[in-house]
Structures are given as structure tokens and as C-alpha cells.
DNA sequence: AACAATGTTCAGTC
DNA sequence: GGACTGAACATTGT
């Protein structure tokens, strides 16, 4: 689920859960996740230690305690937070995407062997579990991570980070984006150049601002990276008040034999930065087609 | 069974 | 060194 939106809802839920609270224990058993560091490293780091804020540029979010020191999460390609509130063992706040019946089991009742050595037995505690913190009021926050691609870091580097992709400004914007060879969809999802744009969101703001994926970031010229700086402001924005990003226009149409929900185009498939990536065969196309 | 999956990283090439 | 490419990463879902 995780790009910038889904991000920013799970940094709002981290948010409510920790801050103004005491870290008293966490959970970092989980050596992939939260490499490198070795097993106790974060936990001796963070308890006792005050959550001031909880921060966020694109897809990473870090909490700020109150010695200065950070503790970067990133959800990865499928990880979520999950709040559970003391004694509980009732629904679990997943800030609006429920558990899926499988997912409830394996909070509840972990039956897998999977990573987890020693699963305790407790709700939050599962094989997907794969990382935690107890607050000084009960409260705990809990990485849930069936993929096992979300981290856990100490102080993690964000110095490769370009700016927030829903607060850097129009000039920043043509600057950083209309550069380079690079098709515009590897250059809208490199992190480097602006940061929290994914795989589905970018196919959803291409769609929208009718830009061609495969086109040259550097073929736009200004007025257009101008329209496109505010047409992933409104997909970001849209797909947070929606409530992700897979339910953006045209997120439904990234299949086989879909047609375009707009001039009714068959919608066509390749690889581009890495990543599948669907667009309308009409009005995406590159070099464009002439009548 | 084979392949794709909302992300990042790293080795390798130009 | 910078820009870029492709595979790898761990695991699940189809």
C-alpha cells in the first residue's frame, strides 16, 4: 500500500499512539527488518527515551525522542503500522484499512513459523509483526509487514531524499524534474529528485496530466512541468482524502483488455523505471500520434 | 508452477 | 563522479 499518502496516514496514527509518551519496551527480535543493527541494539536505544514528534519526507517517517535521536520506519512495499491499546484484545486502530480475515489470525494468534523465534502468544505479536513499541501508558505501535520489506532504522541517513513531494514548490519542482533523460515516470518516481511518488500514484498523475510515460523529462517544457508540479499536488492530496492510492481514476483500468476511462483507448503495458506501468494507448503515447 | 507485487539498494556500465 | 540499468532482496497472492 505505501506511498506518500498511505504514508502520511500511518505517520498520523504513529503520531497519536506515541507522541508525548515514554517508550518503556520494544520488540526489534526481527534481524532482516531492522538491519543492521543486531538484535537489542534499538530497543537499548530508545527506551526511557521520550517520542517528541513524528516526522515525514515521502515514504520514510521517523519519530524524533527526546534526546535528539531519531527512529526511522519505512513500511516498504506492503508494511502498515498498527495501534493497540492496553489490555486489548479487541479491534486494533489500522487508521481506516482493516486487517483482512488472515491478517486478523495472524495478529491474534500466530501460527507460523516464519521469522519470529518465539512468537509470545500475545494480540500484535504474530509472524507479521515485525517490529514494536510499548508505550508508558499500555499503548503499543506495531510494524505489520507480511513482505518483510519495511525497516527499522536508528538514525537513518534521509540526506538522499529530494523534497516532499507535496510541499516542494512550483520553481524547485520544473528544476528537479525537467532534467535529464530519463522517461518522465523514472524521473517522477526517482526519490532522489522528489520524494513520495510510487509506482501507482505516478501512473495515476501521468493518466490524469495526459503525459506520456516513455517521454523525456526534459522534452516538457516549462508550462507544462507547471500543470504537472500542480496535477501531483491533487493526486497526492486526492488519493489521501480517498483513502489511498489504488483507488485513484484509473488504477482499475491497469489490466489486460481495460480500456481508457476517458476517450475509451485500449490501456497498454511496459516497463518503465523498473516498474509495470499502464497508460492509454491514445492520449499517452510517445511520440505522440498525429491525425 | 510461474510470475507479478503500492519499494529500496547495490553492483555494474557508460 | 554522475546518470542510468537491472537484478536482488523476502514473502505473499494469483
Redesign the pocket.
Known sequence: ???L??VEAARALAERWTVGRTIVAADDA?E?VCRPHPPGEIVTAIVGRRVESVERI???MWLVLDDGSRLGL?????GRLVGLAPESSGLPDTAGEPL?A??RS?WSMPV?S??RPTPTGLPGEG??SRFTIELDDGGRLVLFD????G?V?LN??LS??GPDALLVDEDTFVTRVG?????LK??L????TI?????????EILWQAQQPPLR???DLSEAELRELHGIVHACTREAMVRG???LGDVIEH?KKGEHCPRCGAEMV?A?V????T?WCSFEQAWPPVED
Do not use: F
Open positions: 500500500m505505501p506511498e499518502p498511505e526481527d532482516w515521502g515514504k520514510s519505512h513500511l516498504g512495499m506492503a483482512t488472515r491478517e495472524d507460523r516464519g521469522s509472524s507479521w507480511k513482505r518483510r520489506l525497516r532504522r537513518p541517513d538522499g531524499l532534467r535529464g533523460v530519463l522517461p523514472a524521473r518516481m526517482d526519490q532522489a520524494a513520495g511518488i510510487g509506482n501507482l500514484l505516478c501512473d523525456p523529462a526534459s489511498g492510492v489504488h491497469r503495458r516497463t523505471g523498473g516498474r509495470t499502464w
